[in-house]
């Protein structure tokens, strides 16, 4: 069975479609009632988006983003691969032991001792699942895995048998599915069904579908397959056509119950299906779709904050939801309609997804009691340690900003929350530099409180700056990518550096954050070999 069975419904109001999800806000909503279905939310985040090259998360940042999934309310975390490595094994089991709420699965292929492994990880959660995995399609049969049909189909129910040993919730994904023998597939969910699985999960693997097709294998798989009424039915999207979401929700339209998904939508090449674009599509198109998410919407913004920084993996801003543009109005036409009412321009609120806009403003003259009231309002209650290092990080960057605002302290306590041991800390740094001039950098760094200072010449200040870290750390650098944005509004905004840094041969990320873009890259940079050391550099 699902995370509460294969099919909740609960009888909602259908709101005035013409006017858009704010449209009741000061008219009535049209009051037909409709039957809304649950659409499960499965986020793999921790698995299939920590598969990008360079987003490896360690133990630490995997409990911290899946405290944070529990927080949004998804269904089920997917917190890794156990077998993959046995540090995965322990970050599962670490998320299944602290993690309260959400589904707990542990990937698994089709054998034996992938789904031990699982099954070690997972076997604290409060509710446990193996979700076990093989290909189905002739390509990876005959290519990948050299079996044929029938002794694939053989291996999958005698891996559904073995895991169900262990656990009640057993997934299985037919892999590469939406290129698959239409009656092959028929037969797969049929057999895995019968030997105990609870979900099936038909994931389009490679992203080839489309969303007419996907969502007519959907309803064909409900009528062929019987067995499928009393399980959940799962679909699981990449985005190698840009077509992640639209085939999830053709498939929810066609009657699949759980989606498969990431915050930000990472996940290997083009990503996965974007958990935030579902999520707000079943909000904000409620009526059209008849099903709905569990998912509490304010926390998404902080959400897609968090994963964008512990992956080291941009949000590009006129990403749908969560980037930086998705809610900036600039052309003069539209600013002039959203003064006169929002719902001109805009169909979804920013606080719906967490982006909320204070009107008491934090200064550096502002106390530890406005703080942590502040703190609270954005729903942070950090113990006392965390707490001095946010006040004290507040304290600096009041110092240099007029006014701090909610993306601001979002962006301070992010930082705080997810720092890496420091081998090397920041303290401080001079810059001279101009374009007539070489670029002159010397930065002050912390080694255990012994002040180590030295200077250096670059091609650009930042290229200075990152030499002089280098020289203190005794380390060499590759900069292997750089990116520098603005995180929060106006001309004093924070800017946010995220590098990737080749050292002895591996590639580390790191992010730093400032109003001063020069000190934000490079604590960026620092950051970088501190994960390095951290590694054991
Ligand atoms: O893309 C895929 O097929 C997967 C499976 C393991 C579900 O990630
Ligand atoms: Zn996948």
């Known amino acids: 069975m699902g995370p509460a069975g294969p099919c909740e419904l609960r009888a909602d109001f259908r709101e005035n479609a013409a006017q858009g999800a704010n449209g009741n806000q000061n008219s009535k909503p049209n009051k037909d009632r409709i039957m809304s279905r649950r659409i499960f939310i499965f986020d793999t985040t921790l698995r299939d988006g920590e598969q990008v090259p360079g987003a490896k998360l360690n133990k630490r940042q995997k409990i911290e983003i899946a405290q944070q999934l529990a927080r949004l309310g998804v269904d089920v975390i997917e917190g890794g691969f156990p077998c993959s490595s046995p540090e995965d094994l322990l970050a599962v089991k670490a998320i299944s032991q602290q993690v309260k709420g959400p589904v707990v699965a542990g990937l698994a292929r089709a054998v034996n001792q992938d789904i031990d492994a699982a099954w070690e990880a997972v076997r604290d959660a409060e509710r446990?699942?193996?979700?076990?995995?093989?290909?189905?399609?002739?390509?990876?049969?005959?290519?990948?895995?050299?079996?044929?049909?029938?002794?694939?189909?053989?291996?999958?129910?005698?891996?559904?048998?073995?895991?169900?040993?262990?656990?009640?919730?057993?997934?299985?994904?037919?892999?590469?599915?939406?290129?698959?023998?239409?009656?092959?597939?028929?037969?797969?969910?049929d057999a895995v069904i019968k030997a105990g699985a609870t979900v099936v999960n038909v994931?389009?693997?490679?992203?080839?579908?489309?969303?007419?097709?996907?969502?007519?294998?959907?309803?064909?798989?409900?009528?062929?397959?019987?067995?499928?009424?009393?399980?959940?039915?799962?679909?699981?999207?990449?985005?190698?056509?840009?077509?992640?979401?639209?085939?999830?929700?053709?498939?929810?339209r066609n009657g699949a119950n759980?989606?498969?998904?990431?915050?930000?939508?990472?996940?290997?090449?083009?990503?996965?299906?974007?958990?935030?674009?579902?999520?707000?599509?079943?909000?904000?198109?409620?009526?059209?779709?008849?099903?709905?998410?569990?998912?509490r919407t304010e926390e998404i913004y902080r959400t897609s904050r968090m994963v964008s920084r512990l992956m080291n993996i941009p949000v590009q801003?006129?990403?749908?939801?969560?980037?930086?543009?998705?809610?900036?109005?600039?052309?003069?036409?539209?600013?002039?309609?959203?003064?006169?009412?929002?719902?001109?321009?805009?169909?979804?609120?920013?606080?719906?997804?967490?982006?909320?806009?204070?009107?008491?403003?934090l200064t550096a003259r502002s106390g530890r009691a406005a703080l942590k009231h502040r703190l609270s309002e954005l729903g942070y209650k950090p113990e006392q340690e965390l707490f001095e290092r946010?006040?004290?990080?507040?304290?600096?960057?009041?110092?240099?900003?007029?006014?701090?605002?909610?993306?601001?302290?979002?962006?301070?306590?992010?930082?705080?929350?997810?720092?890496?041991?420091?081998?090397?800390?920041?303290?401080?740094?001079?810059i001279m530099s101009g374009n007539t001039m070489v670029p002159l950098a010397s930065v002050t760094l912390l080694k255990e409180s012994v002040t180590l200072t030295d200077a250096a010449t670059g091609n650009g200040p930042v290229d200075a700056v990152f030499k002089v870290i280098e020289r203190i750390v005794g380390q060499h650098g590759i900069l292997r990518d750089y990116d520098l944005k603005a995180v929060t509004m106006g001309k004093d905004a924070l800017g946010e550096a995220m590098v990737r840094v080749e050292i002895n041969?591996?590639?580390?990320?790191?992010?730093?954050?400032?109003?001063?873009?020069?000190?934000?890259?490079?604590?960026?940079?620092?950051?970088?070999?501190n994960r390095f050391f951290a590694n054991g550099g």
């Open 128 to 189: 446990p699942r193996i979700h076990v995995f093989l290909g189905s399609s002739d390509i990876h049969l005959q290519r990948k895995l050299r079996r044929d049909r029938a002794t694939a189909l053989e291996m999958a129910v005698e891996a559904v048998k073995y895991a169900k040993r262990y656990c009640e919730d057993i997934e299985y994904s037919t892999e590469d599915a939406s290129r698959t023998d239409f009656e092959y597939l028929c037969r797969v969910m």
């Open 203 to 252: 994931p389009d693997t490679v992203g080839y579908a489309v969303p007419d097709e996907f969502g007519e294998v959907i309803r064909r798989l409900k009528e062929r397959v019987p067995g499928l009424d009393h399980v959940t039915l799962s679909v699981h999207c990449h985005n190698d056509l840009g077509l992640a979401v639209a085939n999830s929700l053709a498939a929810i």
């Open 258 to 295: 759980q989606v498969e998904c990431t915050v930000n939508g990472v996940g290997e090449r083009a990503g996965n299906a974007s958990l935030e674009e579902i999520v707000m599509i079943l909000k904000t198109r409620h009526a059209t779709y008849e099903a709905h998410s569990e998912i």
């Open 317 to 361: 801003p006129n990403k749908a939801v969560v980037g930086s543009n998705a809610f900036a109005h600039s052309s003069g036409i539209h600013q002039d309609g959203i003064l006169k009412d929002r719902r001109t321009y805009e169909i979804m609120k920013p606080e719906d997804v967490g982006i909320r806009q204070h009107k008491i403003v």
């Open 390 to 430: 946010i006040y004290s990080r507040f304290l600096n960057v009041a110092d240099r900003k007029k006014e701090i605002s909610s993306q601001d302290l979002n962006a301070i306590v992010e930082i705080e929350m997810t720092k890496v041991p420091e081998t090397f800390s920041f303290h401080s740094m001079q």
């Open 505 to 529: 041969g591996a590639v580390y990320s790191g992010i730093g954050t400032s109003p001063d873009v020069i000190e934000a890259s490079a604590r960026a940079y620092l950051n970088a070999f």
